[in-house]
């Protein structure tokens, strides 16, 4: 039988968990069990304050249903915002289990139009509201693990299919994806001493941020299954976040609908070694050789 409680007891932080994914992730974890922190800052989609606060909205949804939440309005790009954010956890239910990163904006144009702030912004809140957050929670368990109370901690990024391959119009967007992944890979190594999984997901649903890339696929059905739906992303998260996905760190899962898919990264492909220095005339047989052997790319999105 499916253990529905799955991470009963644990305490979930998710980021960006006032509306769309974010918020299927928060009452998906409020159903299994877990105590969740859930941070908004209430930004529209740009990152521009908002006068509501749907974070108090899905904590209310959680108490209505009988699971415990609290608000966190912390911004986590901010190196103090993100440590506040962790404390926020350990402060209300006396310990953290689980960190899911999920926070982002979007500022999309092609890159000979893209301004600088357009891309630092982006960045900041994609890559550096990952790791801020990510590196707070590690000092964390680490001291529990000094202690000898090594924990079972879950880090669950958010990378996208615009970081694995690449997408038109979305260059900081994809810059910065794509540096999640390979954050989420390090962290992994790292981490491992001390109790601590990282894996990442690449999501595909219906949300504020997607809407123009999936505008052919935004309307719900009738009936039937909806395959955008961002519920349909959280099952994993929340097993990811669970003590039974122990052993399992350092990948990368695309997940659409009722479809999960293990993404293979950048692996070693063919090559020839001669010994010694080429000469730049000599490499371009040499190249397309080994491309004739390579796999081909998928394509970018958009191309």
């Not at 990378?159 to 994806?177: D, F, I, M, R, T």
């Not at 890339?213 to 976040?241: C, I, K, R, Y």
């Amino acid at each position: 039988m499916t253990d529905n409680k799955i991470c009963d007891g644990r305490v979930v932080i998710v980021t960006g968990a006032g509306r769309g994914i974010g918020r299927a992730h928060a009452l998906a974890f409020a159903a299994a069990g877990a105590k969740v922190v859930v941070n908004d800052l209430g930004a529209e989609l740009d990152g521009a304050p908002s006068p509501d606060s749907p974070a108090a909205q899905v904590v209310e949804e959680i108490k209505a249903l009988g699971g415990e939440a609290v608000v966190n309005g912390d911004d986590i790009s901010d190196w103090e915002g993100a440590r506040r954010l962790i404390a926020s956890a350990v402060e209300a239910f006396g310990r953290l289990d689980v960190l899911v990163n999920n926070a982002g904006i979007v500022r999309d144009r092609m890159l000979v139009n893209l301004g600088e702030d357009e891309w630092d912004a982006v960045i900041k809140v994609h890559l550096k509201g990952h790791f801020a957050p990510m590196r707070h929670a590690a000092e964390y368990w680490r001291n529990e693990a000094k202690a000898g109370r090594t924990p079972e901690a879950r880090i669950i990024n958010t990378s996208s299919g615009a970081g694995l391959l690449g997408s038109v119009g979305q260059g900081n967007y994809s810059a910065a994806k794509a540096g999640i992944a390979g954050l989420t890979l390090t962290a992994s190594a790292e981490f491992a001493r001390y109790g601590i999984t990282v894996n990442a997901i690449a999501p595909a649903a219906r949300t504020r941020m997607t809407e123009t890339v999936f505008a052919d696929m935004m309307a719900a059905p009738e009936d039937g299954f909806d395959a955008m739906a961002p519920e349909n992303v959280s099952p994993l998260v929340v097993w990811l976040g669970s003590a039974d996905s122990a052993g399992v760190t350092g990948r990368m899962f695309e997940v659409e609908g009722g479809k999960v898919t293990v993404a293979d990264g950048w692996r070693h492909g063919a090559s020839i070694d001669r010994g010694a220095r080429w000469e730049p005339a000599e490499l371009g047989p040499v190249v397309r050789d080994l491309l004739g052997k390579a796999t081909t790319p998928e394509p970018v999105y958009g191309a």
